[in-house]
């Protein structure tokens, strides 16, 4: 499901349009978007506070920051228990997007990336309509979202 709408009418926040495109919603906990990454060659979620014109951790408030520190736990042990010998990486650099958003992905010896990171390394592998769909429903019912 692509993103392209506010998350509710008394809340202008947007999601960045790189965001938008990179990624399928797969719904929202009390404070983030929760994203899927469209490319099939890992296993990788993105957190984006619905704040707007948040682009640092540090323009949300204390609340808000804790709030975000529970949710990329949540998302970092459905992640370890899908795949428990991959390794979790978390990161929030914001050089392409300045959004505040957070990557979550498990990487394994062997990926395409390895032992580099993920972005810029190639192309994403985009999955087709149906496996989107499929991906989706998987991951909403790992992280309760459904």
């Not at 404070?31 to 323009?59: I, Q």
């Not at 804790?66 to 428990?84: D, F, G, H, M």
């Not at 300045?98 to 993920?118: N, T």
Request: proline share 7%; glycine share 4%.
């Amino acid at each position: 499901m692509r993103y392209n709408k506010p998350a509710n009418e008394s809340n202008p926040f947007m999601l960045d349009q790189r965001l938008a495109h990179d990624c399928l919603r797969l719904g929202a906990f009390d404070l983030c978007e929760v994203l899927l990454f469209d490319d099939t060659r890992y296993d990788w979620l993105v957190l984006v506070p619905r704040v707007p014109s948040v682009v640092e951790f540090l323009d949300l408030s204390v609340a808000q920051q804790q709030q975000l520190a529970l949710e990329i736990q949540r998302v970092s042990r459905v992640l370890k228990q899908w795949r428990p010998t991959a390794k979790l990486n978390v990161g929030a650099l914001g050089n392409l997007v300045s959004q505040l958003h957070v990557h979550l992905l498990l990487r394994e010896a062997g990926d395409p990336a390895w032992p580099g990171p993920v972005w810029g390394h190639s192309p994403a592998s985009k999955h087709s309509p149906t496996s989107a769909k499929v991906q989706c429903e998987i991951w909403q019912q790992r992280l309760a979202l459904v």
